[in-house]
């Protein structure tokens, strides 16, 4: 498979990611949050599930530890983003999670990681964009409502998706800490099977019983489960053989602008000033921590020499 192969399907990936902020704000209307995650999950855990006893994707005791850590930080993720979803809109929602790809570097400052300059400036460029999505509305040539974008409950639902981002970029230092070496897919498979748990246990000590899903809730669940999350994985495991880490986090923060135009044409959302201009500063801020602008610099500074070495010879 050729790179632009691979690219063109990752986008395609991003534009299924995209749809989910939709999918979940309109499930969540008429079903619990948790019971959701967990009907999702359990869909997705059983696709899986049987690399955990194969012998050659066998998890060891460490493992098996980083499984569940990964699973709990993934739960903590969705469902600190479902039930923000409860509260904000789908184009508010995905542009806040976005927000994970800058926040990476920071968290990983916890792990001596030292962030590059260009990771720095794209966290400066997020949080302004973050600002602007949030209270843009209070500055009046942006031309929208204070009371239509910036409610209590809407900004509780944007503090809950801030949150999930949090937790997504945490899952992502964590793997790249602790879970590079371990079989990719039965470690997919225990967190997933993590999920899925502590989602039914949250759900019933919430007192949100699992509830028989309705047909719509059940087309939303599978959706949920065994495209965006099952098939998803998987592809993304295999595509990203074909591409660089580089390409693949780019394409990847085009997520947040499929679910904006998602969530207009689905459901007629009303996309203010301040989210396109706050959500495009935070794209900005994406792609200007994932393009090796240093490395090319580098690269240009020491052709010269290399070419006068050559020419000595």
């Not at 999670?97 to 800058?102: D, E, K, P, Y």
């Not at 809407?154 to 998706?161: E, K, N």
């Not at 794209?283 to 290399?306: D, K, M, N």
Request: glycine share 10%.
């Amino acid at each position: 498979m050729s790179q632009r192969w691979a690219d063109a399907l990752l986008v395609a990936i991003a534009m299924i990611w995209g749809t989910t902020f939709t999918v979940v704000h309109e499930a969540v209307r008429s079903y619990p949050a948790l019971a959701l995650i967990a009907l999702r999950f359990w869909l997705a855990a059983v696709v899986f599930l049987p690399f955990l006893f194969w012998r050659q994707y066998r998890l060891d005791r460490r493992g098996i530890l980083v499984g569940g850590l990964l699973g709990g930080l993934l739960f903590s993720g969705f469902a600190t983003q479902t039930l923000g979803l409860q509260h904000t809109t789908p184009a508010r929602a995905g542009f806040i999670t976005g927000l994970n790809v800058v926040l990476v570097p920071v968290l990983g400052l916890a792990f001596g990681m030292r962030p590059a300059r260009r990771a720095l400036a794209g966290v400066l460029l997020a949080v302004g964009g973050l600002a602007l999505l949030s209270w843009g509305c209070f500055l009046p040539w942006l031309g929208c409502q204070v009371t239509a974008t910036a409610s209590g409950a809407r900004l509780w639902g944007d503090l809950l998706v801030l949150a999930c981002a949090f937790a997504f970029a945490m899952h992502i230092v964590a793997v790249s800490r602790w879970g590079t070496s371990l079989p990719v897919l039965s470690l997919n498979a225990l967190q997933m099977l993590v999920v899925a748990i502590l989602a039914t246990i949250g759900a019933l000590l919430g007192r949100q019983p699992l509830l028989p899903p309705t047909p719509v809730v059940w087309q939303a669940a599978a959706f949920l489960g065994l495209v965006a999350t099952a098939l998803v994985f998987a592809l993304q495991l295999k595509l990203q053989r074909y591409t660089t880490a580089t390409h693949t986090a780019l394409i990847f923060a085009l997520e947040p602008v499929f679910a904006a135009l998602f969530s207009w044409w689905w459901t007629g959302e009303v996309i203010t000033t301040a989210v396109w201009l706050g959500g495009g500063l935070m794209l900005l801020g994406v792609i200007v921590a994932e393009l090796p602008l240093e490395e090319r610099r580098a690269r240009r500074i020491a052709l010269p020499e290399t070419v006068a070495l050559d020419g000595e010879v």
